[in-house]
């Protein structure tokens, strides 16, 4: 059974940064593209960014250059940082990742962890 487990998540004031941390564990042979969306209630998620195994990123417009993902592949664990953040950015963050595992591959979703942006 793959797991994702997202850390990092809370109360920050405008302007300010938070990081997030996601960890696969499990019966993994290999992971893919790894990622971050976020979600607020009654609005669909959407995808803040990804990157593959290789390193390449890819960023949703509203984040570009405050926004920073990256990926640790030893521990299975993507990581986003955020600067700069205001509160249009408060919402749930989920991590997604494409996990080869005895059943072929598929994508696994954290549980969310919720960023609030408030002063």
């Known amino acids: 059974q793959v797991q994702l487990v997202e850390s990092g998540g809370g109360l920050v004031q405008p302007g300010g940064s938070l990081r997030l941390s996601c960890a696969a564990s499990?019966?993994?042979?290999?992971?893919?593209?790894m990622g971050w969306y976020r979600q607020n209630p009654g609005a669909q998620r959407e995808l803040v960014a990804t990157?593959?195994?290789?390193?390449?990123?890819n960023y949703a417009d509203s984040v570009k250059g405050r926004f920073t993902i990256s990926r640790d592949n030893a521990k299975n664990t993507v990581y986003l940082q955020m600067n700069s953040l205001t509160p249009e950015d408060t919402a749930v963050y989920y991590c997604?990742?494409?996990?080869?595992?005895?059943?072929?591959?598929?994508?696994?979703w954290g549980q969310g962890t919720q960023v609030t942006v408030s002063s």
């Open positions: 990157i593959t195994r290789g390193g390449t990123t």
């Open positions: 997604n990742a494409g996990v080869l595992a005895l059943g072929g591959w598929d994508s696994h």
């Open positions: 499990g019966i993994m042979f290999s992971i893919g593209v």
